[in-house]
Structure formats: C-alpha cells, structure tokens
C-alpha cells in the first residue's frame, strides 16, 4: 500500500529565502505524486503533479519539485519565498490513474518578515 | 467553468443525529471521493465514487455512506454522530482513469455538538 510521509509539521522561512518542504513516499508501482496547498479555512489547491514524464516538475506560484526514484523523495522547492506562501502544503501519492489519492499529514508553512 | 462545490458551508448537529452533506463535481467529471480532514489527523480518504458505483472504502465504520446520482453528484451520509466526527469534509472530483490530480471543493465544515 502506498504511503507519504511529510518531514517537519512546521516550517519557518524568512520572506526571500528557500522554501523546503520535504517528502518521501513508499510504493509497490510507479507512483503519481502531487503536491497541493490549502489556506486557512479553504479546501485544497493542486500545486503540481509528477506522472512519470519529466522527473522536475514546475508548478504554480513559482513552485517545483524534483521526483527522485532512488531516494523515494519528491521535495517542494520555491527560490524565494513570499508572505503569501503561507498556507499549510500536502504531499500525495496514488498508485494508478484511477487509483485513490493518499495525502501526507501536511507541512504548515510559516513566513516570518 | 464552475468549481466542485459543497453544501451546507457548515453544519451544526447534536450527537447522535444524522448528517447529510452534498457535493456536485465539475461538468464531465464521473469519479467523486470524499476526505475527512480532522484536527491532528491529515486526510483521511473516505469513499470514492465512480460511474454511480462506490469503488473503494477507507478505513471508516459503515455509519460513513454515500451515494452517486446519475449526474454524478454525490451525498455523504454520516448517521449516529460522535462528537470525534467534527472535521472538514472535503469533496473533490476528477476525470476517472486519468493521471490528473483531485479538484477540491471548499469543504463543509461539520460541528457535532
């Protein structure tokens, strides 16, 4: 079965710095991996998406991430982080097209000036 | 084109009672999954609905039901609330066999008092 696991619950960055958010996942098949975010008291926004083609994705809002096979990792990056990036981030694995999502328990990403 | 959306935004039940929540996906969309997101506790998948068939069941006891309409929008019956059933319900939807990520809706917020 597959699984997600999200390193850190929180994340603290200083407006302008690298955004990290860290993510390993576990698979028995190629997986699909996502990553979404969702602000305060909204449902969940689809940053980007990994479907076996190129392994660095670009998202929205500035964001990429990097499918790594060998270390089972697919980390979210941002050069240089904004207030506005203040939300809490999901890693999400699904072993098929069809398949279920499976989402990590969430990074909550914190901007200090 | 118009999002998922969810209905009530929020709900108010006593223990005990029965809870229905709604959801209607985006046009075209068939596959319909429900998320509880409980403080503490991530996503917790559901149901998945798919073609007016449930496909898959997460690890809820049968007090969790649904359905799919031949429109393909979906109801989430919660009977015999707990007071633990408080949580955002998410709903989202997506093209069935596609690689494509979920498209949330805002949830609604349900409040067993």
């Known amino acids: 079965a597959q699984s997600v696991t999200q390193l850190g619950s929180h994340v603290s960055v200083s407006e302008g710095a690298l955004v990290l958010l860290r993510c390993n996942y576990s698979?028995?098949?190629?997986?699909?991996l996502f990553w979404y975010v969702q602000y305060p008291n909204q449902g969940l926004q689809l940053l980007l998406k990994?479907?076996?083609?190129?392994?660095l994705v670009k998202g929205i809002n500035g964001f990429e991430a990097e499918f790594k096979k060998s270390e089972t990792s697919f980390h979210l990056t941002k050069p240089s982080a904004h207030m506005s990036d203040a939300a809490e981030y999901f890693c999400?694995?699904?072993?098929?097209?069809?398949?279920?999502?499976?989402f990590g328990k969430g990074t909550r990403l914190h901007i200090l000036p | 084109e118009a999002g998922v959306t969810q209905s009530p935004t929020h709900l108010i039940k006593t223990r005990g009672q029965q809870a229905t929540l709604r959801c209607s996906p985006i046009?075209?969309?068939?596959?319909v999954y429900w998320y509880q997101q409980a403080l503490g506790l991530g996503l917790q998948f559901l149901l998945w609905?798919?073609?007016?068939?449930?496909?898959n069941r997460g690890n809820f006891p049968p007090r969790f039901s649904g359905r799919q309409f031949p429109n393909y929008s979906s109801e989430l019956n919660v009977n015999a609330l707990e007071l633990d059933d408080s949580a955002l319900y998410l709903c989202?939807?997506?093209?069935?066999?596609?690689?494509?990520?979920?498209?949330f809706g805002s949830g609604t917020r349900l409040t067993v008092v």
């Open positions: 989202a939807s997506r093209y069935t066999g596609t690689g494509k990520g979920y498209t």
């Open positions: 698979s028995s098949v190629p997986p699909y």
């Open positions: 990994y479907t076996s083609a190129a392994t």
């Open positions: 999400a694995v699904s072993e098929g097209r069809g398949d279920k999502i499976i």
């Open positions: 046009s075209g969309h068939t596959s």
């Open positions: 609905y798919d073609e007016g068939e449930e496909r």
